[in-house]
């Protein structure tokens, strides 16, 4: 078993109530898919204010957040209307009544600006394309600092350029993680994994957590390392309407209820009073719709079991220190290799013997 270093684990209550302050900044790091409703219904009991959304792609994320009053400004490249223009969902609601600015972006430049702030990049190109829409002629939140059109230094060409983007908290779903905050998450990644890295802070929850070695043995799974992570929040059904691959499927039938609720600002805040505001958290929730519909609803989205073949990752070493904990590469053991550290300190030059 994997010792543990740092546990992370905490409640989303706690999470969101420690790492998201009003005012800030955050991306909701989930593509369409596994997306981390637990922790979006908890920033919306927590009353959280002034929040600057940076979302590539939503179902009813952002209509929820904007319908509790916790956003007035969201950065986006799409956000999903079901019914149409005539439906008039609380994101067009808010746009026509005049309380939500919206930055139109692309899902390449959202992606890339991400990417670019995940990598530490000041600035990285985009399609040059996107200067004859008027995603490049309009600014709302960016302002003058949406794009920008620079000499390309190898050919001399115009070349159209985003800022890289720091968003302050990421909010993330995955399948498993163990208490360090090695995330571990597969299916349809999209910008999963700079929508996280770009951030400050991240929050991850999780529909289970594992062993440290679960993560050791499958390390390609592992989207986010633990040391960026700050809270680890384990919430079974926490994407919960939407898909959590291996885990459940989508919930279309919650999802059409709530695109009815959707259709006037008093069913949209019954909506919230019902599933979000009078469920403590996500447990109640779960049983508040077992008591609506059934267990057998519920029951039928579970993912039936489709595991990948496993990948050989054995080395001739698993480690530099075999069982005896003796290195042939050093020709010392541990012990005697922590003698020389602290002798030498972190410095040391090495004598190779031929033999």
């Not at 991306?27 to 219904?41: E, Y």
């Not at 940076?54 to 319908?67: A, H, N, P, R, T």
């Not at 808010?94 to 899902?107: I, K, M, Q």
């Not at 400050?200 to 390390?219: A, G, L």
Request: with cysteine; glycine share 8%.
């Amino acid at each position: 078993m994997g010792d543990v270093k740092v546990s992370k684990v905490m409640t989303a209550a706690d999470a969101i109530g420690k790492f998201v302050p009003d005012g800030c900044s955050i991306s909701i790091a989930n593509f369409l898919h596994s997306t981390p409703f637990a922790l979006i219904h908890e920033l919306i009991r927590q009353k959280k204010k002034d929040l600057l959304v940076w979302s590539q792609s939503g179902i009813e994320e952002l209509d929820l957040l904007i319908g509790a009053g916790c956003t007035k400004k969201i950065i986006t490249a799409y956000n999903f209307r079901a019914g149409g223009e005539w439906a008039n969902g609380e994101f067009d609601r808010a746009l026509n009544e005049g309380r939500l600015e919206v930055e139109d972006l692309s899902n390449f430049a959202v992606l890339a600006m991400l990417w670019a702030g995940a990598m530490g990049y000041n600035f990285i190109p985009v399609l040059k394309g996107i200067r004859e829409t008027d995603i490049f002629k309009i600014s709302t939140i960016l302002g003058g600092e949406k794009f920008k059109v620079v000499k390309d230094p190898f050919s001399g060409e115009d070349t159209v350029v985003v800022k890289g983007a720091n968003p302050d908290v990421a909010l993330i779903h995955v399948q498993r993680c163990d208490r360090e905050g090695n995330a571990q998450y597969w299916g349809s990644i999209g910008n999963s994994k700079w929508a996280s890295l770009a951030c400050k802070k991240i929050i991850v929850s999780t529909e289970q957590i594992v062993d440290h070695d679960v993560v050791r043995f499958s390390p390609h799974l592992t989207l986010i390392p633990g040391f960026r992570v700050d809270a680890v929040v384990e919430e079974p059904w926490g994407a919960h309407p939407a898909e959590a691959l291996g885990a459940y499927n989508t919930d279309y039938g919650f999802r059409a209820m709530f695109f009815m609720h959707n259709i006037t600002a008093v069913s949209m805040q019954s909506f919230l009073k019902e599933w979000v505001y009078d469920c403590a958290g996500r447990a109640e929730y779960l049983a508040h719709y077992v008591e609506r519909f059934g267990q057998a609803p519920l029951s039928r989205l579970r993912a039936r079991t489709h595991p990948s073949y496993p990948a050989d990752l054995g080395s001739a070493n698993f480690s530099v220190w075999d069982e005896r904990g003796y290195s042939e590469a050093l020709g010392m053991t541990r012990s005697e290799f922590d003698q020389v550290l602290e002798k030498q300190g972190e410095v040391m030059e090495w004598e190779i013997e031929e033999k």
